[in-house]
């Protein structure tokens, strides 16, 4: 089985290849990743010269060479994790968003068509359905709501959700896609609210809180949104979507309360910013269908997961300080202090 890996070197993409590599050491796994200011090669150091583990640096928008991989490679399933993530990113720069995220979701599916690939997985979130209200703890996003994006990244990933179904409908590609809720872990880029919250926290900077840190997030550990892409690729339904999510649904203010009091930090950290544009209220899913359909069952509940996140970012200094490259401080400069 030869599986390629797009946006491997990232957060999620890199602790989907360790899981990879460790569940199935008979496969072959092949990375296409761009390297932007998000992917880091060491991520993937302890993997990266296995034998059955093979990283291309290249672009997904880049459709000669897309061609050329898949003709060399000849995959059975494509697993496309590459995009442009942030949010923030997406208000300030939004072109990159629909280069990447849909374009280049285009000319994989493309590719995956020409060479015949088994499965073409899309990795998509639950930002997709917009937000719930934060007084209706009842309502969560089933995977018949209604697509309704606020931001320009959620607008690209739900572009390239219906992109993916499109060509399913008319070539009969052999599609599914996933919808993940809020992932935390190790590898996360510092831009992110949890690792970014972290850091601070150990600089003893201000933790900027959006608004009144009262919008909702449903948080999952990377390590079991791993586990739901491996049984979907291996047994969800073609042309189905699979809903992903913990059960973890924590107001923001209550996450960074919870790593500054794990910490041993002051709440006078906590620094009340302007609100995000657009800001989503509230995601929850339910994952019933995973659940029942697949037999997914998340390994981790937040209070286990965030306790290991913050030791892994105590651990990983050196990681976290190599990632702070020209580009990350630029933005974080330009976007905290405006
Ligand atoms: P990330 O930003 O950490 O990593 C993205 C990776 O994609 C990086 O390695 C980057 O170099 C690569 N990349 C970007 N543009 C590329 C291009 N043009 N060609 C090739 N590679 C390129 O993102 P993440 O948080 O790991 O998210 C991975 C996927 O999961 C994304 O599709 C995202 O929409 C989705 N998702 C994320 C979350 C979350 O909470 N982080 C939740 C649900 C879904
Ligand atoms: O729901 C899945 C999505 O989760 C993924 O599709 C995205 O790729 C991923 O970035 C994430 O989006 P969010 O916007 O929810 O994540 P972020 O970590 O940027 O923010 C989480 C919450 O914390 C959100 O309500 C905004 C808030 N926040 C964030 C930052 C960076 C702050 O209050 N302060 C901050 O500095």
Request: aromatic share 12%; hydrophobic share 35%; with cysteine.
């Amino acid at each position: 089985m030869k599986i390629l890996v797009t946006g491997g070197a990232g957060f999620i993409g890199g602790n989907f290849c360790h899981y990879l590599v460790d569940k199935y050491p008979d496969y072959n796994i092949v990375v296409l990743d761009a390297l932007t200011y998000a992917g880091n090669l060491e991520t993937l150091a302890s993997i990266i010269n296995k034998n059955n583990f093979r990283f291309v640096k290249g672009d997904i928008t880049d459709r000669k060479e897309v061609f050329k991989l898949f003709e060399t490679e000849k995959f059975d399933i494509v697993v496309n994790f590459a995009a442009e993530s942030h949010v923030d990113r997406s208000i300030e720069n939004p072109e990159i968003f629909l280069k990447t995220n849909v374009i280049g979701t285009q000319v994989l599916m493309d590719a995956s068509k020409n060479y015949k690939v088994k499965r073409f997985h899309q990795v998509s979130t639950d930002e997709v359905y917009g937000d719930l209200p934060l007084n209706r703890p009842d309502l969560l996003f089933t995977e018949t709501t209604p697509l309704k994006t606020s931001s320009p990244y959620s607008a690209s990933k739900a572009s390239a959700d219906l992109l993916v179904n499109a060509y399913y409908r008319t070539f009969k590609m052999p599609i599914t896609i996933s919808r993940c809720s809020n992932n935390y872990g190790p590898y996360q880029f510092p831009e992110k609210l949890i690792p970014l919250m972290i850091k601070n926290a150990l600089e003893n900077k201000n933790l900027p809180v959006y608004g009144k840190g009262e919008n909702v997030r449903d948080w999952l550990h990377v390590y079991d949104h791993c586990t739901a892409i491996d049984l979907i690729i291996h047994k969800g339904k073609i042309g189905e979507i699979y809903n992903i999510g913990g059960h973890n649904e924590k107001t923001n203010i209550d996450v960074v309360k919870t790593i500054l009091k794990e910490l041993k930090k002051p709440t006078s950290l906590i620094n009340y910013v302007t609100d995000r544009p657009g800001h989503d209220l509230r995601y929850a899913i339910d994952a019933s269908k995973i659940e029942n359909e697949l037999g997914w069952k998340p390994k981790y509940n937040f209070d286990l997961g965030i306790k290991q996140t913050i030791k892994w970012n105590i651990d990983n200094q050196k990681w976290l300080k190599n990632i702070e490259t020209g580009e990350y401080l630029r933005f974080m400069e330009k976007h905290y202090n405006k």
